[in-house]
């Protein structure tokens, strides 16, 4: 059975900084993509930022240059540096994984594995 364990959400303050991580169990994903996706209350989930087989990355344009998305292929997992977070980037992170190693990555249906969330609060 595969799983998706996200970690690392909590309250911040705006402009500080928080690490998102996510650990894949039950296969590896080291020739796929791998992803994280948001959704604030009353939204829909939206794409935040990809990581392909390759290590090239593509963001939304709401956290580039302040999101980072990274991958440890051995421990089976990908991380997101959020910096100069920002009331609007409260929500609820989820991390994905796809079977492929690259294709539509902003796309929720492209992901065939979702873990449970965690919840970013960030206080203004």
């Known amino acids: 059975q595969v799983q998706l364990v996200e970690s690392g959400g909590g309250l911040v303050q705006a402009g500080d900084s928080l690490r998102l991580s996510c650990t894949a169990s039950?296969?590896?994903?080291?020739?796929?993509?791998m992803a994280w996706f948001r959704q604030a209350p009353g939204k829909e989930r939206v794409f935040v930022a990809a990581?392909?087989?390759?290590?090239?990355?593509t963001y939304a344009d709401a956290v580039n240059t302040r999101f980072t998305i990274s991958r440890d292929k051995d421990k089976n997992s990908v991380y997101l540096q959020m910096n100069s977070l920002r009331s609007e980037d409260a929500a609820v992170y989820y991390c994905?994984?796809?079977?492929?190693?690259?294709?539509?990555?902003?796309?929720?249906?492209?992901?065939?594995?979702w873990g449970q969330g965690t919840q970013v609060t960030v206080s203004s």
């Open positions: 994905a994984a796809a079977d492929y190693s690259d294709g539509s990555v902003s796309i929720e249906t492209f992901y065939r594995y």
């Open positions: 990581i392909r087989a390759t290590d090239r990355s």
């Open positions: 039950g296969r590896t994903f080291r020739y796929s993509v």
